[in-house]
């Protein structure tokens, strides 16, 4: 992968957002909001535990643009509660909302989706990787006096079997649906709501998936581009779902991932 640059401006001049889900420098939240941060976004980072905060902080508190954090197990009413309250009260509003949450137990991504799957793991995927998208967007939309938009990341195994992704696929797909119907309730109050599906990229979610090496080769070699998926593209696709650019653009899958969800079939050629 080419290193990254994430081009500077002022498309999110005085917008203020947060972010849910950077786990550290390769995460795509981190991506995402790096770009953000170039083109002037405001930016609230949350977090989950002291571990998490103590890893990710020296990661925020490196952006130019004053950036501050707040706790948020989205599994807690009480501690949304409290992370909305807190920026509620810091910045009385807020024009975006970044989210890239989503856990399986590292055992249901291995093998056979009916035999690994548990009650209490598909309740608990459901409930961090889809669930916790509307919740979140419940609690920032009141905040959104001028309009806004939400991101939400996906993956194509919500559209296609994936070997191994398993669980996280059908979580993934109930996250696709929920962007729908939240993009249908949230419209006609000028917010927009959208869902990247990004390639598979070395961050920490895929390092937790079995195969997701050759995952990741597959992408390459498959891909109508013939490389990995950037970095760079899937912030620019989030700047500018998120940016005034994005204006009509609303409950949509945008696909990042060098062509690889349009290839039915790889190119043989080679092979003949």
């Known amino acids: 992968m080419s290193e990254e640059v994430f081009p500077a401006g002022e498309l999110m001049k005085g917008k203020r957002g947060l972010i849910m889900g950077v786990a550290n420098r390769n995460s795509i939240a981190w991506g995402i909001a790096r770009q953000l941060a170039a083109q002037g976004a405001e930016l609230c980072f949350s977090y989950q535990g002291e571990e998490l905060e103590r890893r990710v902080r020296p990661l925020v508190e490196s952006l130019p643009c004053e950036p501050f954090m707040v706790s948020a197990d989205v ?16 910045w009385g ?3 975006f909302l970044v989210h890239a949450i989503a856990f399986a137990g590292k ?14 793991g598909f309740r608990r ?8 998208f509307v919740d979140a967007g419940r609690r920032a939309w009141p905040l959104m006096n001028n309009g806004g938009s939400m991101v939400t990341l996906t993956y194509l195994g919500a559209e296609r ?4 992704y398993n669980v996280m696929g059908v ?39 079995s195969g997701g090496r050759a995952l990741m080769k ?3 070699e498959w891909s109508m581009m013939k490389e990995d998926t950037r970095m760079e593209g899937i912030a620019g696709a989030a700047l500018y779902l998120l ?30």
């Open 93 to 95: 509003g807020m024009d």
């Open 218 to 220: 597959t992408g390459r």
């Open 161 to 164: 079997v994936v070997p191994s």
């Open 107 to 120: 055992e249901e991504l291995q093998g056979s989706f009916v035999d690994k799957t548990t009650r209490e």
């Open 243 to 272: 940016s005034d650019l994005g204006h009509s653009c609303t409950g949509e899958t945008l696909h990042v991932d060098a062509g690889f969800h349009a290839v039915a079939v790889p190119d043989f050629a080679d092979e003949e």
């Open 125 to 132: 995927a459901m409930e961090i990787s889809a669930f916790s």
């Open 75 to 90: 599994t807690s009413d009480a501690d949304m509660d409290a992370a909305f309250a807190a920026i509620e009260k810091k």
């Open 171 to 209: 979580a993934k797909a109930a996250l696709e649906a929920s962007t729908r119907y939240m993009a249908r309730d949230l419209g006609p109050k000028g917010i927009r709501v959208n869902a990247i599906s990004a390639g598979p990229v070395r961050t920490l979610a895929m390092a937790g998936i």
